[in-house]
């Protein structure tokens, strides 16, 4: 069973940073794809960036998802922060491995979640 701990959230000026991590434990996820995704109140979760079991850095706007396959750790780099970007922001991996892109249909963990809150 794997687990996926999201941490790094908080609350943060617009215009400001963030990065997240998501630490996976209980297999190792070289092979697999993941994602960050994000649910604001009301809304539904959408997919913020995904990065393919064999990309090591992926750019998606004001924002950069990389990960070190040696520490297990998927990050999500979060600049020129917005108050729309405020939401609950979550990390998944993909079901099964070697998947070229994740959605939410082919999730197969997710972690708990962290808030990311930008003010005004």
């Known amino acids: 069973q794997v687990q996926l701990a999201e941490s790094g959230g908080g609350l943060v000026q617009t215009g400001g940073s963030l990065r997240l991590s998501c630490a996976a434990s209980g297999r190792t996820f070289s092979t697999y794809t993941m994602g960050w995704f994000r649910q604001a109140p009301g809304r539904e979760r959408e997919l913020v960036g995904s990065i393919a079991w064999s990309d090591s850095t992926v750019y998606v706007g004001r924002f950069t998802i990389s990960k070190d396959n040696a520490k297990n750790t998927v990050y999500l780099e979060m600049g020129s922060l917005k108050p729309e970007d405020t939401a609950v922001y979550y990390c998944?991996?993909?079901?099964?491995?070697?998947?070229?892109?994740?959605?939410?249909?082919?999730?197969?963990?997710w972690g708990q979640g962290t808030q990311v809150t930008v003010s005004s």
């Open positions: 998944a991996l993909a079901r099964f491995p070697f998947q070229p892109v994740i959605t939410t249909q082919n999730v197969g963990s």
